[in-house]
C-alpha cells in the first residue's frame, strides 16, 4: 500500500528520532541505524528500574522475565512467524555462526552446503568452516553482467546432498530484492533447508517468513532502529533437528533459549519494544502494546512509501554521470531498497568518501564485508564501493546537499 507522505509525515518521523536533530546527515545506515527516543527510554528505564536476574520467584525478576519474553514475542510477530521461533543473540553474525556449529552436529563427511557469491560475509564464513568436517562447499555464482544470482545457477549447484542454501535477501551492497519464495522452492525440491541473510532487507519492507516458507531468516536490530542486537528465526521444524548449544541441563525443548548460549541482553529486549512504540506511532495505533500484525505492515508500508522517492533521486542523479558506474540494479524502483553503490571513472572510492565525510555527510566506501563479491567483480576490495545507504528518516533536502557535494567530489 503506498502512503501519500507529506512534509508533516516526515517530521513527525524525524522528531520521534533525537539523533536527527544534530548536524549529521545519516546516510550509512546500513551499518547501523539511528533509534528513536522510545528505545533509548527503554532501555534507561529497564535498567533503573529492574536490572535483576530472571526466573526468580520476587516480583522484580518475575517483570524482568516477563519483558524478555514480551521482546520475544514481538519480535516473531515482526517476522510473521507464529510457527517457529525467534532466537536473540548479539549479532546476526554470532547467530549464523551458532547456527553452523549446530549443523556441524549432524551433517555428514559429502554433504553439501551452498553459499551465495554476493552474499556478506557472515552468512558465508560460518559455512565454509564447515570445510573442516568433510563439507563441501557449492559458490551460487552472482552473473557479473548485471549484478543478478540467476536461478539457473543455483539449480546447477544444487544436488541430492544439498543440506543448506546460505543467502541474502539483499545483498548490503548491490540493493537488489531476491526472490526468497522462488529461491526457497527450488531449495526445498532439492531438499535442502534455506538460511536468508535478512539484514540489510529489514530496515525497508515487512518481513514475512510464513509467506516465504524460508527455514531461517536472520536479522540485526540495531539496523532496524533498535539496540545492538540481532534475532533469527527458526522453524520448529527445522529447529526440531538441532541441538542447542545451552548448558546440558536445559531441555531441547526450552525454546528459544536452548539456542540462546548464557541467554540475551536484558536491557536490549525492553529496547527492541521501544521499537513496537514506534511502529505503533508510525501505524497510528493509539492503545500501547495493541500493534498486531496489520500494524506492522502499516508501519512498513510507511517506511517504504517515505524511501521509494529518495532512493529514485539518487539513482537518477547517479545515471546521469557518464563517469559512474552503479555497483548494482541501475534502477531506484521498488524491487531494490535505498542501498546504492557505485564506482568512479577515475577517482578512488576512498578519495570521494574523504570529500563527503568532510561535509558531514556520513557514507561509507570499502567491500561492506561481502569480499567475495568485490573479488569476483575484480575490484580491490579495500577501496570497493562508495555506498550510500539510506531509510525512511532521510529526507529530500537531504539527499540534494549529498548530490550538491558529489558534484564537488566527483568532479
Ligand atoms: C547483509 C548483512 N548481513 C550480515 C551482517 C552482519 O550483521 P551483524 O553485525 O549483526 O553481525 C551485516 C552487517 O553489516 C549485513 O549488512
Given at each position: 500500500?503506498?502512503?501519500?507522505?507529506?512534509?508533516?509525515?516526515?517530521?513527525?518521523?524525524?522528531?520521534?528520532?533525537?539523533?536527527?536533530?544534530?548536524?549529521?546527515?545519516?546516510?550509512?545506515?546500513?551499518?547501523?541505524?539511528?533509534?528513536?527516543?522510545?528505545?533509548?527510554?527503554r532501555?534507561?528505564?529497564y535498567?533503573?528500574?529492574?536490572?535483576?536476574?530472571l526466573?526468580?520467584?520476587?516480583?522484580?525478576?518475575q517483570r524482568a522475565t516477563d519483558l524478555v519474553d514480551e521482546a520475544h514475542a514481538f519480535v516473531k510477530l515482526l517476522f510473521n512467524g507464529s510457527d517457529g521461533d525467534a532466537i536473540l543473540g548479539?549479532?546476526?553474525?554470532?547467530?549464523?555462526?551458532?547456527?553452523?556449529?549446530?549443523?556441524?552436529?549432524?551433517?555428514?563427511?559429502?554433504?553439501?552446503?551452498?553459499?551465495?557469491?554476493?552474499?556478506?560475509?557472515?552468512?558465508?564464513?560460518?559455512?565454509?568452516?564447515?570445510?573442516?568436517?568433510?563439507?563441501?562447499?557449492?559458490?551460487?555464482?552472482?552473473?557479473?553482467?548485471?549484478?543478478?544470482?540467476?536461478?539457473?545457477?543455483?539449480?546447477?549447484?544444487?544436488?541430492?546432498?544439498?543440506?543448506?542454501?546460505?543467502?541474502?535477501?539483499?545483498?548490503?551492497?548491490?540493493?537488489?530484492?531476491?526472490?526468497?519464495?522462488?529461491?526457497?522452492?527450488?531449495?526445498?525440491?532439492?531438499?535442502?533447508?534455506?538460511?536468508?541473510?535478512?539484514?540489510?532487507?529489514?530496515?525497508?519492507?515487512?518481513m514475512d517468513v510464513a509467506?516465504?516458507?524460508?527455514?531461517?531468516y536472520?536479522y540485526?536490530t540495531?539496523?532496524v532502529?533498535g539496540p545492538?542486537m540481532a534475532a533469527m528465526w527458526a522453524s520448529r521444524?527445522?529447529?526440531?533437528?538441532?541441538?542447542?548449544?545451552?548448558?546440558?541441563?536445559?531441555?531441547?525443548?526450552e525454546l528459544p533459549y536452548?539456542f540462546e548460549?548464557?541467554g540475551v541482553s536484558h536491557?536490549g529486549c525492553a529496547g527492541i519494544l521501544g521499537l513496537r512504540d514506534y511502529l505503533e506511532?508510525?501505524?497510528?495505533v493509539?492503545e500501547p502494546g495493541a500493534l498486531d500484525r496489520s500494524g506492522v505492515?502499516?508501519a512498513?508500508?510507511?517506511?517504504?512509501?517515505?524511501?521509494?522517492?529518495?532512493?529514485?533521486?539518487?539513482?537518477?542523479?547517479?545515471?546521469?554521470?557518464?563517469?559512474?558506474?552503479?555497483?548494482?540494479?541501475?534502477?531506484?524502483?521498488?524491487?531494490?531498497?535505498?542501498?546504492?553503490?557505485?564506482?568512479?571513472?577515475?577517482?578512488?572510492?576512498?578519495?570521494?568518501?574523504?570529500?563527503?565525510?568532510?561535509?558531514?555527510?556520513?557514507?561509507?566506501?570499502?567491500?561492506?564485508?561481502?569480499?567475495?563479491?568485490?573479488?569476483?567483480?575484480?575490484?580491490?576490495?579495500?577501496?570497493?564501493?562508495?555506498?550510500?545507504?539510506?531509510?525512511?528518516?532521510?529526507?529530500?533536502?537531504?539527499?540534494?546537499?549529498?548530490?550538491?557535494?558529489?558534484?564537488?567530489?566527483?568532479?
Amino acid at each position: 500500500m503506498t502512503i501519500e507522505v507529506t512534509a508533516e509525515l516526515r517530521d513527525r518521523i524525524r522528531s520521534a528520532f533525537p539523533a536527527l536533530a544534530g548536524d549529521t546527515v545519516f546516510l550509512e545506515n546500513a551499518g547501523g541505524s539511528q533509534v528513536p527516543a522510545a528505545v533509548a527510554d527503554r532501555v534507561r528505564d529497564y535498567m533503573v528500574s529492574s536490572y535483576v536476574q530472571l526466573g526468580a520467584g520476587y516480583e522484580l525478576s518475575q517483570r524482568a522475565t516477563d519483558l524478555v519474553d514480551e521482546a520475544h514475542a514481538f519480535v516473531k510477530l515482526l517476522f510473521n512467524g507464529s510457527d517457529g521461533d525467534a532466537i536473540l543473540g548479539p549479532s546476526t553474525s554470532a547467530l549464523l555462526q551458532m547456527l553452523s556449529n549446530s549443523y556441524s552436529k549432524v551433517l555428514s563427511p559429502g554433504d553439501e552446503v551452498v553459499v551465495a557469491e554476493i552474499g556478506h560475509e557472515a552468512n558465508i564464513g560460518p559455512w565454509k568452516g564447515l570445510a573442516d568436517s568433510g563439507i563441501e562447499i557449492r559458490w551460487w555464482e552472482m552473473d557479473p553482467s548485471d549484478f543478478s544470482s540467476p536461478l539457473g545457477a543455483l539449480e546447477g549447484v544444487l544436488s541430492d546432498r544439498t543440506a543448506l542454501v546460505a543467502f541474502p535477501h539483499v545483498s548490503n551492497l548491490l540493493g537488489e530484492i531476491l526472490d526468497v519464495p522462488a529461491i526457497t522452492g527450488l531449495a526445498h525440491r532439492a531438499g535442502a533447508r534455506v538460511v536468508v541473510d535478512g539484514v540489510a532487507f529489514a530496515p525497508h519492507r515487512v518481513m514475512d517468513v510464513a509467506a516465504w516458507g524460508v527455514d531461517y531468516y536472520a536479522y540485526s536490530t540495531y539496523k532496524v532502529y533498535g539496540p545492538h542486537m540481532a534475532a533469527m528465526w527458526a522453524s520448529r521444524d527445522a529447529l526440531a533437528e538441532l541441538q542447542g548449544p545451552n548448558h546440558f541441563f536445559i531441555p531441547d525443548d526450552e525454546l528459544p533459549y536452548k539456542f540462546e548460549l548464557g541467554g540475551v541482553s536484558h536491557e536490549g529486549c525492553a529496547g527492541i519494544l521501544g521499537l513496537r512504540d514506534y511502529l505503533e506511532l508510525l501505524a497510528g495505533v493509539g492503545e500501547p502494546g495493541a500493534l498486531d500484525r496489520s500494524g506492522v505492515e502499516h508501519a512498513f508500508d510507511v517506511m517504504t512509501s517515505c524511501e521509494l522517492p529518495l532512493q529514485a533521486r539518487l539513482v537518477e542523479y547517479l545515471r546521469s554521470r557518464p563517469d559512474v558506474r552503479i555497483i548494482g540494479p541501475a534502477h531506484g524502483g521498488p524491487s531494490r531498497v535505498g542501498t546504492v553503490s557505485f564506482v568512479h571513472d577515475t577517482k578512488s572510492s576512498r578519495e570521494i568518501t574523504e570529500v563527503v565525510d568532510g561535509s558531514g555527510i556520513a557514507v561509507r566506501h570499502g567491500h561492506m564485508y561481502a569480499y567475495h563479491l568485490c573479488e569476483a567483480l575484480g575490484m580491490d576490495p579495500e577501496d570497493g564501493v562508495v555506498r550510500v545507504s539510506l531509510v525512511h528518516y532521510n529526507t529530500p533536502d537531504e539527499i540534494e546537499r549529498l548530490i550538491g557535494v558529489f558534484d564537488r567530489a566527483l568532479g
